[in-house]
Protein backbone atom coordinates (compact mmCIF):
# COMPACT_ATOMS: atom_id res chain seq x y z
CA UNK A 1 0.00 0.00 0.00
CA UNK A 2 1.48 3.38 -1.01
CA UNK A 3 2.37 5.90 1.76
CA UNK A 4 0.86 8.27 0.51
CA UNK A 5 -2.86 6.88 0.80
CA UNK A 6 -2.32 6.86 4.63
CA UNK A 7 -1.25 9.94 4.85
CA UNK A 8 -4.43 12.19 5.50
CA UNK A 9 -5.29 9.64 8.47
CA UNK A 10 -2.10 9.92 10.13
CA UNK A 11 -2.31 13.64 9.70
CA UNK A 12 -5.24 13.81 11.16
CA UNK A 13 -4.13 11.80 14.22
CA UNK A 14 -1.15 13.92 14.97
CA UNK A 15 -2.16 17.33 13.79
CA UNK A 16 -4.17 19.50 16.35
CA UNK A 17 -6.77 21.01 15.11
CA UNK A 18 -6.29 24.77 14.83
CA UNK A 19 -8.51 27.06 17.27
CA UNK A 20 -11.37 29.85 15.51
CA UNK A 21 -9.05 32.25 16.64
CA UNK A 22 -6.28 30.97 14.34
CA UNK A 23 -8.75 30.21 11.30
CA UNK A 24 -11.61 31.24 9.72
CA UNK A 25 -14.21 31.24 12.49
CA UNK A 26 -15.13 27.44 12.12
CA UNK A 27 -15.28 26.50 8.96
CA UNK A 28 -13.60 23.03 9.56
CA UNK A 29 -16.42 21.19 10.42
CA UNK A 30 -18.78 22.43 7.81
CA UNK A 31 -16.31 22.03 4.98
CA UNK A 32 -15.31 17.96 6.64
CA UNK A 33 -19.13 17.48 6.09
CA UNK A 34 -19.58 18.31 2.77
CA UNK A 35 -16.30 16.54 1.01
CA UNK A 36 -17.23 13.74 -1.59
CA UNK A 37 -14.81 11.35 -2.88
CA UNK A 38 -12.88 11.87 -6.13
CA UNK A 39 -10.53 9.70 -7.70
CA UNK A 40 -7.03 9.78 -6.50
CA UNK A 41 -4.21 11.72 -8.38
CA UNK A 42 -1.37 8.94 -7.66
CA UNK A 43 -2.49 8.70 -3.72
CA UNK A 44 -3.47 11.90 -3.50
CA UNK A 45 -7.12 12.33 -2.67
CA UNK A 46 -8.64 15.36 -4.21
CA UNK A 47 -11.01 17.17 -2.67
CA UNK A 48 -12.36 18.89 -5.27
CA UNK A 49 -13.09 17.86 -9.11
CA UNK A 50 -9.71 17.98 -11.34
CA UNK A 51 -9.77 15.69 -13.66
CA UNK A 52 -9.94 18.42 -16.77
CA UNK A 53 -6.79 19.89 -15.35
CA UNK A 54 -5.10 16.69 -14.02
CA UNK A 55 -5.23 16.12 -18.35
CA UNK A 56 -2.87 18.57 -19.30
CA UNK A 57 -0.19 15.68 -19.36
CA UNK A 58 -2.17 14.71 -22.25
CA UNK A 59 -1.03 17.92 -24.18
CA UNK A 60 2.57 16.91 -23.37
CA UNK A 61 2.42 13.69 -24.44
CA UNK A 62 1.32 14.68 -28.04
CA UNK A 63 3.95 17.06 -28.00
CA UNK A 64 6.52 14.63 -27.24
CA UNK A 65 4.73 12.47 -29.67
CA UNK A 66 5.21 14.68 -32.40
CA UNK A 67 8.16 15.97 -31.43
CA UNK A 68 9.95 12.61 -31.54
CA UNK A 69 9.15 12.29 -35.55
CA UNK A 70 11.87 15.05 -36.29
CA UNK A 71 10.53 16.70 -38.85
CA UNK A 72 9.80 20.56 -39.20
CA UNK A 73 6.39 19.85 -40.06
CA UNK A 74 5.70 17.90 -36.76
CA UNK A 75 7.99 20.42 -34.64
CA UNK A 76 5.37 22.79 -36.10
CA UNK A 77 2.48 20.20 -35.19
CA UNK A 78 4.16 20.14 -31.78
CA UNK A 79 3.90 24.07 -31.28
CA UNK A 80 0.51 23.95 -32.41
CA UNK A 81 -0.13 21.81 -29.42
CA UNK A 82 1.98 23.61 -27.19
CA UNK A 83 -0.24 27.13 -27.68
CA UNK A 84 -3.78 25.64 -28.57
CA UNK A 85 -4.06 22.88 -26.26
CA UNK A 86 -6.86 19.95 -27.14
CA UNK A 87 -7.67 18.30 -24.00
CA UNK A 88 -7.90 20.71 -21.09
CA UNK A 89 -10.81 23.30 -20.41
CA UNK A 90 -12.46 22.53 -23.71
CA UNK A 91 -15.22 25.15 -25.01
CA UNK A 92 -17.17 25.71 -28.59
CA UNK A 93 -17.21 29.08 -29.90
CA UNK A 94 -20.26 29.58 -30.87
CA UNK A 95 -22.42 32.14 -32.91
CA UNK A 96 -26.27 33.50 -31.46
CA UNK A 97 -26.93 36.10 -33.40
CA UNK A 98 -30.66 36.20 -31.72
CA UNK A 99 -28.98 36.24 -27.97
CA UNK A 100 -31.51 39.06 -25.77
CA UNK A 101 -30.47 37.62 -22.33
CA UNK A 102 -27.39 38.29 -20.76
CA UNK A 103 -25.24 35.33 -19.33
CA UNK A 104 -23.40 35.43 -16.40
CA UNK A 105 -19.66 33.31 -16.34
CA UNK A 106 -20.83 29.80 -15.21
CA UNK A 107 -23.90 30.10 -16.00
CA UNK A 108 -25.49 26.55 -16.63
CA UNK A 109 -25.82 25.87 -20.80
CA UNK A 110 -26.96 22.73 -22.68
CA UNK A 111 -27.93 21.66 -25.87
CA UNK A 112 -30.23 19.03 -26.97
CA UNK A 113 -30.19 17.08 -30.22
CA UNK A 114 -31.09 13.48 -31.15
CA UNK A 115 -32.39 12.29 -27.52
CA UNK A 116 -28.52 13.34 -26.10
CA UNK A 117 -28.22 16.27 -23.88
CA UNK A 118 -25.03 18.15 -24.23
CA UNK A 119 -24.01 20.14 -20.85
CA UNK A 120 -22.06 23.02 -20.56
CA UNK A 121 -21.69 26.33 -18.87
CA UNK A 122 -20.55 30.14 -19.68
CA UNK A 123 -16.90 30.99 -20.50
CA UNK A 124 -17.38 34.19 -19.53
CA UNK A 125 -20.06 37.35 -18.86
CA UNK A 126 -22.26 37.86 -22.23
CA UNK A 127 -24.95 40.55 -22.79
CA UNK A 128 -27.67 40.01 -24.43
CA UNK A 129 -27.73 41.72 -27.78
CA UNK A 130 -23.83 41.51 -28.01
CA UNK A 131 -22.46 42.25 -31.85
CA UNK A 132 -21.55 39.02 -33.29
CA UNK A 133 -23.28 37.12 -30.85
CA UNK A 134 -20.22 35.37 -29.68
CA UNK A 135 -20.74 32.83 -26.80
CA UNK A 136 -18.17 30.28 -25.45
CA UNK A 137 -19.90 27.03 -24.26
CA UNK A 138 -17.34 25.68 -21.68
CA UNK A 139 -18.07 21.47 -21.87
CA UNK A 140 -18.95 20.13 -18.24
CA UNK A 141 -16.38 17.58 -17.28
CA UNK A 142 -16.89 14.35 -14.99
CA UNK A 143 -15.75 13.12 -12.23
CA UNK A 144 -13.96 10.29 -13.52
CA UNK A 145 -10.68 10.47 -15.30
CA UNK A 146 -11.13 8.30 -18.30
CA UNK A 147 -14.27 9.67 -19.35
CA UNK A 148 -14.16 13.10 -17.96
CA UNK A 149 -14.70 15.08 -21.22
CA UNK A 150 -15.39 13.53 -24.94
CA UNK A 151 -14.58 17.02 -26.90
CA UNK A 152 -10.99 16.89 -27.85
CA UNK A 153 -9.97 19.06 -31.07
CA UNK A 154 -8.38 22.52 -30.08
CA UNK A 155 -4.62 21.94 -31.79
CA UNK A 156 -4.78 18.48 -31.97
CA UNK A 157 -3.35 16.32 -35.51
CA UNK A 158 -6.48 15.98 -37.37
CA UNK A 159 -6.21 11.78 -36.37
CA UNK A 160 -6.06 12.86 -32.76
CA UNK A 161 -9.41 14.91 -32.61
CA UNK A 162 -12.46 13.72 -30.26
CA UNK A 163 -15.49 14.99 -32.02
CA UNK A 164 -18.18 12.22 -29.88
CA UNK A 165 -18.88 15.06 -27.50
CA UNK A 166 -19.18 18.60 -29.18
CA UNK A 167 -22.10 20.06 -30.23
CA UNK A 168 -23.36 19.66 -33.21
CA UNK A 169 -22.58 22.64 -35.88
CA UNK A 170 -26.43 24.30 -35.77
CA UNK A 171 -28.90 24.05 -32.80
CA UNK A 172 -30.52 25.86 -30.24
CA UNK A 173 -28.49 27.09 -27.08
CA UNK A 174 -31.05 26.84 -23.74
CA UNK A 175 -30.04 28.88 -21.00
CA UNK A 176 -31.13 27.23 -17.72
CA UNK A 177 -31.82 30.77 -16.17
CA UNK A 178 -34.34 31.00 -18.29
CA UNK A 179 -36.75 28.72 -20.77
CA UNK A 180 -35.76 30.19 -24.32
CA UNK A 181 -33.38 28.60 -26.51
CA UNK A 182 -31.23 30.94 -29.19
CA UNK A 183 -30.06 29.44 -32.86
CA UNK A 184 -26.79 29.07 -32.94
CA UNK A 185 -24.28 27.93 -35.29
CA UNK A 186 -20.49 27.24 -35.40
CA UNK A 187 -17.60 25.24 -37.07
CA UNK A 188 -16.96 21.92 -35.16
CA UNK A 189 -13.22 21.82 -36.49
CA UNK A 190 -12.40 25.58 -36.38
CA UNK A 191 -14.18 26.57 -33.27
CA UNK A 192 -13.83 23.80 -30.80
CA UNK A 193 -10.87 25.52 -28.92
CA UNK A 194 -9.28 24.94 -25.18
CA UNK A 195 -8.81 27.59 -22.85
CA UNK A 196 -6.43 25.45 -21.03
CA UNK A 197 -2.61 25.24 -22.64
CA UNK A 198 0.72 24.41 -21.42
CA UNK A 199 1.82 27.84 -23.07
CA UNK A 200 -0.74 29.47 -21.64
CA UNK A 201 0.54 28.75 -18.39
CA UNK A 202 3.93 31.18 -18.84
CA UNK A 203 2.02 33.52 -21.88
CA UNK A 204 -0.63 34.36 -18.40
CA UNK A 205 2.38 34.51 -15.72
CA UNK A 206 3.11 38.38 -15.57
CA UNK A 207 -0.78 38.46 -15.26
CA UNK A 208 -0.98 35.91 -12.27
CA UNK A 209 2.36 35.63 -10.89
CA UNK A 210 3.60 39.15 -11.09
CA UNK A 211 0.57 41.42 -10.94
CA UNK A 212 -2.12 39.87 -8.71
CA UNK A 213 -2.87 41.68 -5.46
CA UNK A 214 0.12 39.41 -3.38
CA UNK A 215 2.65 39.24 -6.49
CA UNK A 216 4.69 39.10 -7.40
CA UNK A 217 5.27 35.47 -6.29
CA UNK A 218 8.95 35.02 -4.97
CA UNK A 219 9.86 31.98 -6.74
CA UNK A 220 8.16 33.38 -10.42
CA UNK A 221 10.40 36.20 -9.45
CA UNK A 222 13.50 34.71 -9.45
CA UNK A 223 13.21 33.82 -12.78
CA UNK A 224 11.31 36.82 -14.48
CA UNK A 225 14.40 38.63 -13.16
CA UNK A 226 16.99 35.63 -14.83
CA UNK A 227 15.64 35.97 -18.04
CA UNK A 228 14.61 39.21 -18.61
CA UNK A 229 10.83 38.12 -20.03
CA UNK A 230 7.50 37.30 -17.70
CA UNK A 231 6.82 34.53 -20.79
CA UNK A 232 10.59 32.81 -20.54
CA UNK A 233 9.31 29.43 -20.45
CA UNK A 234 6.75 29.88 -24.01
CA UNK A 235 9.81 31.44 -25.62
CA UNK A 236 11.93 29.17 -24.53
CA UNK A 237 9.78 26.26 -25.90
CA UNK A 238 9.15 28.01 -28.48
CA UNK A 239 11.93 29.09 -30.31
CA UNK A 240 13.72 25.88 -29.49
CA UNK A 241 10.50 24.55 -31.66
CA UNK A 242 11.51 26.56 -34.44
CA UNK A 243 15.15 26.70 -34.24
CA UNK A 244 15.60 30.41 -33.61
CA UNK A 245 17.68 32.40 -30.92
CA UNK A 246 16.30 33.47 -28.22
CA UNK A 247 15.72 37.20 -26.93
CA UNK A 248 15.68 37.26 -23.26
CA UNK A 249 16.87 40.07 -21.59
CA UNK A 250 18.28 39.12 -18.48
CA UNK A 251 21.24 37.61 -16.88
CA UNK A 252 20.71 34.25 -19.09
CA UNK A 253 21.96 35.38 -22.09
CA UNK A 254 20.38 34.61 -25.30
CA UNK A 255 20.59 30.65 -26.08
CA UNK A 256 20.64 30.29 -29.81
CA UNK A 257 18.71 27.19 -31.08
CA UNK A 258 19.69 27.65 -34.25
CA UNK A 259 23.63 25.81 -32.57
CA UNK A 260 21.27 22.02 -32.84
CA UNK A 261 19.54 20.49 -35.30
CA UNK A 262 15.95 18.25 -34.60
CA UNK A 263 17.57 16.58 -32.11
CA UNK A 264 18.41 18.91 -29.62
CA UNK A 265 15.87 21.68 -30.25
CA UNK A 266 13.39 18.58 -29.92
CA UNK A 267 15.08 17.54 -26.27
CA UNK A 268 14.55 21.59 -25.42
CA UNK A 269 10.76 21.58 -26.34
CA UNK A 270 9.56 19.06 -24.83
CA UNK A 271 11.52 19.18 -21.73
CA UNK A 272 11.51 22.82 -21.49
CA UNK A 273 7.30 22.64 -21.30
CA UNK A 274 7.06 20.15 -19.07
CA UNK A 275 9.87 21.20 -16.39
CA UNK A 276 10.15 25.14 -16.79
CA UNK A 277 6.06 25.89 -18.25
CA UNK A 278 4.44 23.58 -16.25
CA UNK A 279 6.63 23.33 -13.02
CA UNK A 280 5.84 27.26 -12.41
CA UNK A 281 2.30 27.05 -12.38
CA UNK A 282 2.23 24.06 -10.20
CA UNK A 283 3.78 26.55 -7.90
CA UNK A 284 1.23 29.06 -9.06
CA UNK A 285 -1.79 27.13 -7.81
CA UNK A 286 0.00 26.70 -4.41
CA UNK A 287 0.25 30.18 -3.91
CA UNK A 288 -3.09 31.24 -5.14
CA UNK A 289 -4.70 28.91 -2.50
CA UNK A 290 -2.68 30.46 0.47
CA UNK A 291 -3.38 33.84 -1.15
CA UNK A 292 -7.50 32.19 -0.89
CA UNK A 293 -6.84 31.15 2.16
CA UNK A 294 -6.07 34.42 3.75
CA UNK A 295 -8.61 36.20 2.22
CA UNK A 296 -11.58 34.53 3.97
CA UNK A 297 -12.34 32.57 0.12
CA UNK A 298 -13.52 29.18 1.35
CA UNK A 299 -16.85 29.43 -0.33
CA UNK A 300 -15.70 31.21 -3.82
CA UNK A 301 -14.91 29.37 -7.45
CA UNK A 302 -11.05 29.37 -7.09
CA UNK A 303 -11.44 28.32 -3.04
CA UNK A 304 -7.66 27.76 -1.45
CA UNK A 305 -8.48 23.58 -1.56
CA UNK A 306 -9.91 23.53 -5.13
CA UNK A 307 -6.15 25.80 -6.45
CA UNK A 308 -4.37 23.41 -3.90
CA UNK A 309 -5.84 20.23 -5.88
CA UNK A 310 -4.97 21.96 -9.15
CA UNK A 311 -1.30 22.12 -7.94
CA UNK A 312 -1.07 18.29 -7.27
CA UNK A 313 -2.99 17.55 -10.72
CA UNK A 314 -0.74 19.84 -12.83
CA UNK A 315 2.61 17.95 -11.02
CA UNK A 316 1.42 14.49 -11.56
CA UNK A 317 -1.52 13.95 -14.80
CA UNK A 318 -3.56 11.37 -15.84
CA UNK A 319 -0.73 8.88 -16.65
CA UNK A 320 0.19 8.45 -13.31
CA UNK A 321 -3.22 6.73 -12.55
CA UNK A 322 -4.81 6.40 -9.14
CA UNK A 323 -1.81 4.86 -7.39
CA UNK A 324 1.37 6.51 -9.16
CA UNK A 325 2.73 3.62 -9.95
CA UNK A 326 2.10 4.39 -13.98
CA UNK A 327 4.83 5.93 -16.09
CA UNK A 328 3.66 9.91 -16.64
CA UNK A 329 5.29 12.47 -18.58
CA UNK A 330 4.91 15.71 -15.94
CA UNK A 331 6.91 16.62 -12.69
CA UNK A 332 6.03 13.29 -10.69
CA UNK A 333 7.66 11.15 -13.52
CA UNK A 334 10.73 13.33 -13.29
CA UNK A 335 11.52 12.59 -9.90
CA UNK A 336 11.10 9.07 -10.22
CA UNK A 337 12.99 8.88 -13.43
CA UNK A 338 16.26 10.78 -11.40
CA UNK A 339 15.85 8.57 -8.34
CA UNK A 340 16.71 5.47 -10.48
CA UNK A 341 20.32 7.55 -11.54
CA UNK A 342 21.29 8.74 -7.70
CA UNK A 343 19.52 5.54 -5.58
CA UNK A 344 17.06 7.99 -4.12
CA UNK A 345 13.94 6.15 -4.85
CA UNK A 346 11.57 4.27 -1.94
CA UNK A 347 9.91 5.89 1.17
CA UNK A 348 13.53 6.00 2.72
CA UNK A 349 15.92 6.77 -0.34
CA UNK A 350 18.72 4.29 -1.22
CA UNK A 351 16.79 2.46 -3.37
CA UNK A 352 17.43 2.71 -7.57
CA UNK A 353 13.81 1.37 -8.20
CA UNK A 354 9.94 2.17 -7.41
CA UNK A 355 8.58 5.61 -6.05
CA UNK A 356 10.85 8.49 -5.51
CA UNK A 357 11.30 9.76 -1.89
CA UNK A 358 11.06 12.82 -3.21
CA UNK A 359 7.75 11.85 -4.53
CA UNK A 360 6.68 10.71 -0.72
CA UNK A 361 7.84 13.13 0.92
CA UNK A 362 6.18 15.58 -1.26
CA UNK A 363 2.60 13.56 -1.59
CA UNK A 364 2.72 13.85 2.72
CA UNK A 365 2.93 17.64 2.26
CA UNK A 366 0.42 17.52 -0.42
CA UNK A 367 -2.00 15.92 1.96
CA UNK A 368 -0.84 17.78 4.86
CA UNK A 369 -0.96 20.99 3.30
CA UNK A 370 -4.84 20.21 2.06
CA UNK A 371 -5.78 19.39 5.98
CA UNK A 372 -4.62 22.78 6.89
CA UNK A 373 -6.48 24.34 4.47
CA UNK A 374 -9.49 22.43 5.31
CA UNK A 375 -9.16 24.07 8.70
CA UNK A 376 -8.43 27.49 7.32
CA UNK A 377 -4.77 26.88 9.01
CA UNK A 378 -3.40 29.31 6.35
CA UNK A 379 -0.10 30.10 8.21
CA UNK A 380 0.56 26.04 8.73
CA UNK A 381 -0.25 25.51 4.93
CA UNK A 382 1.99 28.62 3.92
CA UNK A 383 4.77 26.71 5.27
CA UNK A 384 4.47 23.80 3.99
CA UNK A 385 3.83 25.85 0.54
CA UNK A 386 6.94 27.00 0.80
CA UNK A 387 8.86 23.61 1.67
CA UNK A 388 7.32 22.21 -1.66
CA UNK A 389 8.68 25.16 -3.61
CA UNK A 390 12.25 24.07 -2.06
CA UNK A 391 12.10 20.69 -2.64
CA UNK A 392 10.87 20.69 -6.09
CA UNK A 393 14.21 21.71 -7.83
CA UNK A 394 16.19 18.35 -6.43
CA UNK A 395 15.29 16.37 -9.61
CA UNK A 396 16.21 19.61 -11.87
CA UNK A 397 19.50 19.33 -10.42
CA UNK A 398 19.95 15.38 -10.63
CA UNK A 399 19.21 16.00 -14.00
CA UNK A 400 21.46 18.83 -15.09
CA UNK A 401 24.46 16.83 -13.09
CA UNK A 402 23.18 13.95 -14.65
CA UNK A 403 24.30 15.34 -18.30
CA UNK A 404 27.07 17.15 -17.27
CA UNK A 405 28.47 14.41 -16.35
CA UNK A 406 27.06 12.29 -20.19
CA UNK A 407 28.81 15.24 -21.19
CA UNK A 408 31.84 15.65 -19.97
CA UNK A 409 32.73 11.93 -19.13
CA UNK A 410 30.99 9.48 -21.48
CA UNK A 411 31.04 11.50 -24.89
CA UNK A 412 27.60 12.78 -24.74
CA UNK A 413 26.11 14.67 -27.96
CA UNK A 414 23.65 16.97 -29.28
CA UNK A 415 20.83 15.21 -27.50
CA UNK A 416 22.86 15.05 -23.75
CA UNK A 417 23.80 18.79 -24.54
CA UNK A 418 20.55 19.99 -24.93
CA UNK A 419 19.06 17.52 -22.39
CA UNK A 420 21.51 19.12 -19.72
CA UNK A 421 20.91 22.90 -21.51
CA UNK A 422 17.43 22.54 -20.63
CA UNK A 423 17.56 21.23 -16.71
CA UNK A 424 20.23 23.53 -16.18
CA UNK A 425 17.80 26.67 -17.74
CA UNK A 426 15.16 25.13 -15.21
CA UNK A 427 16.90 25.45 -11.94
CA UNK A 428 19.66 28.35 -13.05
CA UNK A 429 17.40 30.90 -11.51
CA UNK A 430 17.31 29.70 -8.09
CA UNK A 431 20.91 29.69 -8.10
CA UNK A 432 21.77 32.99 -9.62
CA UNK A 433 19.11 33.95 -6.61
CA UNK A 434 21.80 32.14 -4.28
CA UNK A 435 25.08 32.97 -5.74
CA UNK A 436 25.68 34.98 -9.38
CA UNK A 437 29.09 33.30 -9.93
CA UNK A 438 27.90 30.11 -9.04
CA UNK A 439 25.17 30.49 -11.57
CA UNK A 440 27.34 31.16 -14.09
CA UNK A 441 29.66 28.46 -13.78
CA UNK A 442 26.78 26.18 -14.05
CA UNK A 443 25.23 28.24 -17.14
CA UNK A 444 28.93 28.76 -18.96
CA UNK A 445 29.26 24.85 -18.83
CA UNK A 446 25.69 23.93 -19.45
CA UNK A 447 23.70 26.34 -21.44
CA UNK A 448 23.04 25.78 -25.32
CA UNK A 449 26.48 26.47 -27.32
CA UNK A 450 28.61 25.61 -24.17
CA UNK A 451 31.93 25.12 -25.62
CA UNK A 452 33.09 22.85 -22.71
CA UNK A 453 31.55 20.67 -19.88
CA UNK A 454 33.54 20.17 -16.74
CA UNK A 455 31.19 18.17 -14.48
CA UNK A 456 33.25 18.58 -11.71
CA UNK A 457 33.11 22.59 -12.05
CA UNK A 458 29.02 21.95 -12.22
CA UNK A 459 28.77 20.24 -9.45
CA UNK A 460 30.66 21.59 -7.01
CA UNK A 461 28.96 25.34 -8.12
CA UNK A 462 25.65 23.55 -7.28
CA UNK A 463 27.13 21.79 -3.92
CA UNK A 464 28.40 25.22 -2.54
CA UNK A 465 24.81 26.54 -2.21
CA UNK A 466 22.65 23.28 -1.08
CA UNK A 467 22.36 25.64 2.27
CA UNK A 468 21.32 28.61 0.28
CA UNK A 469 18.46 26.68 -1.87
CA UNK A 470 17.28 24.48 1.34
CA UNK A 471 18.13 20.82 -0.24
CA UNK A 472 20.69 18.49 1.22
CA UNK A 473 23.39 16.44 -0.35
CA UNK A 474 21.06 13.88 0.67
CA UNK A 475 18.33 14.83 -1.34
CA UNK A 476 20.93 14.29 -4.65
CA UNK A 477 22.54 11.28 -3.92
CA UNK A 478 25.13 10.20 -6.09
CA UNK A 479 25.25 9.35 -9.50
CA UNK A 480 24.81 5.47 -10.09
CA UNK A 481 26.65 3.06 -12.84
CA UNK A 482 25.21 0.22 -11.20
CA UNK A 483 23.56 -1.38 -8.34
CA UNK A 484 26.15 -0.37 -5.55
CA UNK A 485 28.65 1.42 -7.78
CA UNK A 486 29.06 5.14 -8.46
CA UNK A 487 30.37 6.84 -11.21
CA UNK A 488 33.71 7.77 -10.57
CA UNK A 489 33.40 11.60 -9.38
CA UNK A 490 29.88 11.52 -8.97
CA UNK A 491 29.49 10.86 -5.21
CA UNK A 492 27.19 12.93 -3.25
CA UNK A 493 28.96 15.18 -1.12
CA UNK A 494 28.44 15.01 2.69
CA UNK A 495 26.25 17.59 4.69
CA UNK A 496 27.34 19.57 7.16
CA UNK A 497 27.35 17.83 10.59
CA UNK A 498 27.10 14.45 9.39
CA UNK A 499 30.46 12.27 9.38
CA UNK A 500 31.19 10.73 6.30
CA UNK A 501 31.56 6.80 5.98
CA UNK A 502 35.10 5.48 6.20
CA UNK A 503 36.28 4.38 2.94
CA UNK A 504 33.54 7.22 1.53
CA UNK A 505 35.36 7.64 -2.01
CA UNK A 506 34.76 6.10 -5.43
CA UNK A 507 36.42 3.16 -4.36
CA UNK A 508 33.94 2.55 -1.41
CA UNK A 509 30.66 3.66 -2.90
CA UNK A 510 28.50 1.03 -0.86
CA UNK A 511 29.17 2.44 2.34
CA UNK A 512 28.20 6.00 1.02
CA UNK A 513 25.24 4.76 -0.61
CA UNK A 514 24.09 2.93 2.73
CA UNK A 515 24.77 6.43 4.76
CA UNK A 516 23.24 8.25 2.54
CA UNK A 517 20.15 5.88 3.03
CA UNK A 518 19.83 6.48 7.00
CA UNK A 519 19.95 9.80 6.42
CA UNK A 520 17.24 9.84 4.03
CA UNK A 521 14.91 7.73 5.97
CA UNK A 522 15.73 9.82 9.20
CA UNK A 523 14.58 12.72 7.28
CA UNK A 524 11.59 10.84 5.74
CA UNK A 525 9.87 9.96 9.22
CA UNK A 526 10.65 13.57 10.55
CA UNK A 527 8.98 14.68 7.85
CA UNK A 528 5.81 13.32 9.20
CA UNK A 529 5.51 15.37 12.16
CA UNK A 530 6.32 18.92 10.23
Not at 31 to 39: F, T, W
Request: hydrophobic share 35%.
Amino acid sequence: MKFVSLFPIALAALTPIASNAQTRGGVDNSIAARRLSYEKIAGYEPNSKVTDHNAIDLDQNEMMLLISDKTEDSFRAALKVFQEGGHSKSYAEVTVPGLTTSISKKTALSVSFNGTTIKGKAYADYAGGTAGGIVKFQYATGDIQESYVDCQVGGLPIDKQNYVGCLPESGNLKVDTGTEEFPYTYSQKENNKNGRTISKFSTSAQEKMGDCATCPYSEYNKFRIYYGVPNYADHWVTQALLGLKTQFTGPSGTPDFGDYGLVGRGEAAKKGSAYMAVYMYVIREFEDAIDDCKKNCINCNDDPVHAWDEGVAFYTGTKEGQTGADSGKLLHALADKRCQNYATCGAEGGSRTGISKLNYDLFGKFASGQYHLLQGNCAAATTIKNDIVSMMPIPLIQGTLRYSYKVDKLGGGEKEKAEGATFAAAVLPILYECDVDAAKIVSDNMMVGASTTSHAAVKAAFESQYVCMKISCTDIGSLMLSEGVIYEGAEACIDAGVTAPSGSSSSSNKGLAIGLGVTAAFVGIFGLFI
